[in-house]
């Protein structure tokens, strides 16, 4: 989109699950940007930030990967906007590490045959949304208040930690989601697992763990009188969501939680059509719960 003069202008790098996995995360980042006059310019030709496995694997590849695409996030204005916790968390992970050691900054710009950049601050939407755009301005943007729906913010492991590096909120106690989403009119509950790891990629390899970890997760959710979850992690939603009908046979307890991105429920709330969110895309279906609420 063509940015007005004075409009809020981010350069936006959506990674590999927006494009593929999660587009319905990616669709509504857009639709809720483009409903608040935000500018979101794509990065060009970004390729993979290596997510979970690569720094496990190979950290110079890791580092190298996120030390590229912010060397081509200097062609595109703005601060950096990042939707996915996993992408976010490895981009702050490759700036906190190469300011502090040289030695890896110099294999890292040899492997990219470039220079690294680590000026260009990267941000996550929540904090956009929080402090750049302000709260006040996202209440006033409200078309349709999501007054009697009641969200378990669920931030996981990676929106947060380690301390020193996202530097999004409180570590321990974070509460941005609660006022992002509280702004909107939502009403948000306490629960115990909203820093609980879902099981991650785990859901390949050792499925039992996730489906045990994400069982503990829907269920404290529940157990707080949550409508539903809010994410902001492809793989904590595909956890949640995608496997939560296994878990039901697993446990025999019935959760029936639709699990919304976060841009899902705040383009809702500013008038976003429904048909433009991916509401389709996610398997616990939300239509009952939304039109109960007078939402759809």
């Known amino acids: 989109m063509t940015p007005a003069r004075n409009q809020l202008i981010y350069s936006y790098y959506p990674g590999c699950s927006l494009h593929a996995s999660a587009k319905e995360y990616d669709e509504s980042t857009r639709g809720l940007f483009k409903a608040l006059r935000i500018g979101l310019v794509e990065v060009p030709d970004w390729l993979c930030c290596g997510a979970t496995p690569a720094h496990n694997v190979d950290e110079l590849l890791s580092l190298s990967l996120c030390a590229k695409n912010l060397a081509l996030a200097e062609e595109v204005p703005g601060d950096l906007a990042v939707a996915c916790a996993a992408c976010f968390s490895r981009l702050k992970v490759t700036q906190h590490k190469l300011a502090d050691n040289d030695d890896k900054r110099r294999q890292v710009e040899y492997a990219i045959a470039g220079q690294v950049n680590l000026a260009k601050p990267v941000k996550h939407l929540l904090e956009i949304l929080a402090r750049d755009f302000g709260l006040d301005r996202l209440t006033e943007a409200v078309k349709k208040s999501l007054s009697g729906l009641k969200v378990a913010c669920y931030y996981g492991c990676l929106l947060t930690r380690p301390p020193e590096v996202p530097q999004l909120d409180c570590t321990e106690a974070p509460t941005i989601m609660e006022r992002v989403i509280g702004a909107v009119g939502a009403e948000t509950v306490a629960w115990s697992h909203r820093l609980e790891c879902c099981g991650a990629n785990f859901t390949l390899s050792r499925p039992g763990v996730v489906l045990k970890l994400s069982s503990e997760i829907l269920a404290s959710a529940k157990a ?40 899902q429920l705040l383009a809702l709330a500013v008038g976003v059509a429904p048909n433009k969110l991916g509401l389709e895309s996610m398997i616990v279906n939300p239509q009952p719960l939304l039109k109960k609420k007078g939402l759809l």
């Open 224 to 263: 707080a009188g949550a409508d539903c979850l809010m994410v902001a992690c492809p793989l904590c939603h595909g956890n949640l969501d995608i496997r939560q009908k296994e878990i039901e046979e697993v446990t025999g307890e019935r959760f029936d939680m639709p699990v919304f991105y976060m841009t």
